[in-house]
């Protein structure tokens, strides 16, 4: 980062994580916390505010340190590259930091591999919380069922992945969360089976979906176990439901007039999986992008508590 000073204005120069260069100037002095907050938001991710945007001078410190820059908290590629770098054992903490600058009147969390103690904090100063995305967390249905009462606000949740979660977790949201509009609920790519065994087949999920969250409109399942029976409990009790992704779900046979019922919604993915090879092969190429960078920090230096401080 360079900066200049001509007596009444200063221009900053400051380089994003693309190596592109923005450059911010003119009576930067003048602009108050929330519209500076609003420049930094949309050049700077969080780590960079942090370490590069906060230290060019007292009053953009104060605005990095300020609520305005975390109404909307983005910490998902920080959170899986402490994973890659071993440094799990960071991601709550720093969530909690970041919580408290916000002074609980964040709208929108994303993390990856949060744990309870995280997701505790989260969920009792969210009362303003709207989009929580914490896909692969470690949180376990005992926590989920004490703290998801204050989550009034919730509208979307990410909760893919979360092999703690079960049946029970999955209720809790259902039945305290209940302004839910959209629920993503993905699971591990399973092989396709060449048979199929009744025990292969659980449509808990489906039903407690179908019973709790009747307001939904978007619904995300891929791979999951649900079978027609569970599909048909959602279609029926969930009449606002217009986007629903059943991909990689073997179970689902579609019989009867069920294909009918789903291709009036305005957008449905079908179980099977040729239809979305496309897609898959998308994913594929930026998993292995992902896999290249392993090793690779946000940071300059390896991500460590007091970058966030």
């Given at each position: 980062?360079?900066?200049?000073?001509?007596?009444?204005?200063?221009?900053?120069c400051?380089?994003?994580?693309?190596?592109?260069?923005?450059?911010?100037?003119g009576?930067?002095?003048?602009?108050s916390?929330?519209?500076?907050?609003?420049i930094?938001?949309r050049?700077?991710?969080?780590?960079l505010?942090?370490?590069?945007?906060?230290?060019v001078?007292?009053?953009?410190?104060e605005?990095?340190?300020g609520?305005?820059c975390?109404?909307e908290i983005?910490?998902?590629?920080?959170?899986?590259?402490?994973?890659?770098?071993?440094?799990s054992h960071l991601?709550?903490?720093t969530?909690?930091k970041?919580?408290?600058?916000?002074?609980?009147?964040?709208?929108r969390?994303?993390t990856y591999?949060?744990?309870n103690?995280g997701?505790?904090?989260?969920?009792?100063?969210g009362?303003?919380l709207?989009?929580l995305?914490?896909?692969q967390?470690?949180?376990t249905d005992?926590?989920v069922?004490?703290?998801?009462?204050s989550?009034?606000?919730?509208?979307?949740?990410d909760?893919?992945?979360?092999?703690?979660v079960?049946?029970?977790g999955?209720?809790?949201?259902?039945?305290?969360?209940?302004s839910?509009?959209?629920?993503r609920?993905n699971?591990?790519?399973?092989?396709?089976?060449?048979?199929?065994?009744a025990?292969?087949?659980?449509?808990?999920?489906?039903?407690?979906?179908?019973?709790?969250?009747?307001?939904l409109q978007r619904l995300?399942?891929?791979f999951?176990?649900?079978?027609?029976?569970?599909?048909?409990?959602?279609?029926?009790q969930c009449?606002a439901?217009t986007?629903l992704?059943?991909q990689?779900?073997w179970?689902?046979q579609l019989?009867?007039?069920?294909?009918?019922r789903?291709?009036?919604?305005?957008?449905f993915r079908?179980?099977?999986i040729?239809?979305?090879?496309?897609?898959?092969?998308?994913s594929?190429?930026?998993?292995?992008?992902?896999?290249?960078?392993?090793?690779?920090?946000?940071?300059?230096?390896?991500?460590?508590?007091?970058?966030?401080?």
């Amino acid at each position: 980062m360079e900066s200049s000073t001509d007596g009444e204005s200063k221009r900053v120069c400051i380089k994003l994580e693309n190596d592109a260069v923005c450059m911010v100037g003119g009576r930067w002095d003048e602009l108050s916390p929330e519209i500076l907050a609003s420049i930094f938001v949309r050049i700077a991710p969080p780590e960079l505010m942090v370490r590069s945007v906060a230290l060019v001078c007292r009053s953009w410190m104060e605005t990095v340190a300020g609520p305005y820059c975390w109404v909307e908290i983005d910490l998902e590629e920080w959170c899986r590259r402490c994973c890659i770098a071993n440094r799990s054992h960071l991601i709550d903490p720093t969530v909690r930091k970041i919580v408290r600058r916000s002074r609980f009147t964040f709208r929108r969390i994303s993390t990856y591999r949060l744990g309870n103690v995280g997701f505790s904090f989260v969920a009792d100063r969210g009362r303003c919380l709207k989009i929580l995305q914490i896909p692969q967390s470690e949180i376990t249905d005992e926590v989920v069922e004490k703290h998801a009462g204050s989550l009034v606000n919730l509208t979307f949740l990410d909760i893919s992945y979360c092999s703690k979660v079960t049946e029970k977790g999955l209720k809790a949201f259902g039945k305290q969360c209940k302004s839910l509009t959209h629920l993503r609920r993905n699971m591990p790519l399973w092989e396709l089976p060449t048979n199929f065994e009744a025990s292969d087949i659980n449509d808990q999920d489906a039903l407690i979906i179908a019973e709790t969250m009747k307001g939904l409109q978007r619904l995300d399942l891929a791979f999951n176990w649900l079978s027609d029976t569970g599909l048909v409990a959602i279609l029926t009790q969930c009449k606002a439901l217009t986007h629903l992704e059943i991909q990689g779900c073997w179970n689902v046979q579609l019989k009867g007039n069920l294909e009918e019922r789903c291709e009036k919604l305005v957008d449905f993915r079908s179980p099977w999986i040729d239809e979305h090879a496309d897609g898959l092969a998308v994913s594929s190429d930026n998993d292995s992008r992902e896999d290249e960078s392993e090793g690779e920090s946000i940071y300059s230096e390896s991500p460590s508590s007091s970058d966030i401080d």
